[in-house]
C-alpha cells in the first residue's frame, strides 16, 4: 500500500483530538502548567483533515494557527478540556488525547492575588486530583467500535511504563515519547513507539511530528471496521 493510495482513508470518519497543555488557575494572575506545545496534537489535525477526516481540535492554551477545516474548541483547564472532549466524542469515529492533561489543580482558587508578607515563610498550595480523561473515555465509549489513543511521555523503563500505561487506562493505542533534552516538548521533531492493547508494537524513528501523526492514522485506520 502507496502512502498515496491511503490518502482518504479517513474520509466520513468524525476524529477528535486534544493539542496542548491544561492550565491550573491558583489566583488570578498564576497557574500550575507545563512545557506541552501543541505541535504534536495539531500536526494530527492537519494530517487527519489531508485524510479526508472531519476533525474536532481541543485546544488548550496553545496559540497555534487553527487548522483550516477543523472545528477548534478552545479550553483552559483539565475539567473544562474534559467537558469538551466528552462533548465531541458522542458522534466520534477515533479519540485522539494528545494532550498534556494536568494530574493535579490546586484546591483553592484565591479571588484576589496571592501576596507575600515580609518575615513570613509561603503558605503550602494544596492540590486535588483532576478527571482522568482518556481512562474515561477508553471505559464509556459511545459505541463499542471507537477508537481510543491516548500519549505518554515517560523519562525512564520507557516500554515497561507505557505498556503498564496502556493496561491501566484502557485505550486501542498508546504513544510513548521517551522525553529528554531535545525530544517532544516544544520541538518540530519526535521519536516514539506506538503500543497496540493486542499486543503490537510500532517504533517510529526520530522524525518530524507530521510523519509520527501519519503513522498513528495508520495504525487507527488498519483497526477502523
Ligand atoms: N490524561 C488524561 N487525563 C488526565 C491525565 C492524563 O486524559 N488527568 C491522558 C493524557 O492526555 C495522555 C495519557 O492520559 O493521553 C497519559 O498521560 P500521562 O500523564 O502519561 O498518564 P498518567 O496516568 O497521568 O500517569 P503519570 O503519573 O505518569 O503522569
Ligand atoms: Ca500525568
Given at each position: 500500500r502507496g502512502p498515496r493510495a491511503l490518502e482518504?482513508?479517513?474520509?466520513?470518519r468524525h476524529v477528535v483530538i486534544s493539542a496542548g497543555g491544561t492550565r491550573e488557575p491558583l489566583d488570578p494572575v498564576r497557574y500550575l502548567g507545563n512545557r506541552s506545545s501543541g505541535k504534536q496534537g495539531y500536526a494530527l489535525a492537519r494530517t487527519a483533515l489531508a485524510r479526508g477526516a472531519r476533525v474536532t481540535l481541543v485546544s488548550a492554551n496553545t496559540g497555534l494557527a487553527d487548522p483550516a477545516g477543523a472545528d477548534v474548541v478552545r479550553v483552559g483547564t483539565a475539567v473544562q478540556l474534559r467537558e469538551a472532549v466528552l462533548k465531541a466524542a458522542s458522534d466520534a469515529d477515533v479519540v485522539v488525547m494528545a494532550a498534556a492533561v494536568a494530574d493535579f489543580r490546586p484546591a483553592r482558587y484565591a479571588e484576589g492575588k496571592i501576596k507575600k508578607k515580609d518575615g513570613e515563610e509561603p503558605a503550602p498550595v494544596e492540590l486535588v486530583r483532576n478527571p482522568d480523561v482518556l481512562a474515561e473515555l477508553s471505559a464509556e465509549r459511545?459505541?463499542?467500535?471507537q477508537i481510543v489513543v491516548g500519549f505518554a511521555a515517560e523519562t525512564d523503563d520507557v516500554l515497561a511504563n507505557g505498556r503498564a500505561k496502556l493496561a491501566r487506562k484502557g485505550c486501542d493505542l498508546l504513544v510513548v515519547n521517551e522525553v529528554?533534552?531535545?525530544?517532544?516538548?516544544?520541538?518540530?521533531e519526535n521519536e516514539a513507539v506506538v503500543l497496540g492493547a493486542d499486543g503490537t508494537e510500532t517504533a517510529v524513528p526520530y522524525g518530524p511530528k507530521e510523519a509520527l501523526a501519519e503513522q498513528v492514522w495508520d495504525l487507527v485506520a488498519a483497526r477502523l471496521s
Amino acid at each position: 500500500r502507496g502512502p498515496r493510495a491511503l490518502e482518504t482513508d479517513l474520509a466520513g470518519r468524525h476524529v477528535v483530538i486534544s493539542a496542548g497543555g491544561t492550565r491550573e488557575p491558583l489566583d488570578p494572575v498564576r497557574y500550575l502548567g507545563n512545557r506541552s506545545s501543541g505541535k504534536q496534537g495539531y500536526a494530527l489535525a492537519r494530517t487527519a483533515l489531508a485524510r479526508g477526516a472531519r476533525v474536532t481540535l481541543v485546544s488548550a492554551n496553545t496559540g497555534l494557527a487553527d487548522p483550516a477545516g477543523a472545528d477548534v474548541v478552545r479550553v483552559g483547564t483539565a475539567v473544562q478540556l474534559r467537558e469538551a472532549v466528552l462533548k465531541a466524542a458522542s458522534d466520534a469515529d477515533v479519540v485522539v488525547m494528545a494532550a498534556a492533561v494536568a494530574d493535579f489543580r490546586p484546591a483553592r482558587y484565591a479571588e484576589g492575588k496571592i501576596k507575600k508578607k515580609d518575615g513570613e515563610e509561603p503558605a503550602p498550595v494544596e492540590l486535588v486530583r483532576n478527571p482522568d480523561v482518556l481512562a474515561e473515555l477508553s471505559a464509556e465509549r459511545p459505541h463499542p467500535a471507537q477508537i481510543v489513543v491516548g500519549f505518554a511521555a515517560e523519562t525512564d523503563d520507557v516500554l515497561a511504563n507505557g505498556r503498564a500505561k496502556l493496561a491501566r487506562k484502557g485505550c486501542d493505542l498508546l504513544v510513548v515519547n521517551e522525553v529528554g533534552d531535545h525530544k517532544a516538548f516544544g520541538s518540530e521533531e519526535n521519536e516514539a513507539v506506538v503500543l497496540g492493547a493486542d499486543g503490537t508494537e510500532t517504533a517510529v524513528p526520530y522524525g518530524p511530528k507530521e510523519a509520527l501523526a501519519e503513522q498513528v492514522w495508520d495504525l487507527v485506520a488498519a483497526r477502523l471496521s
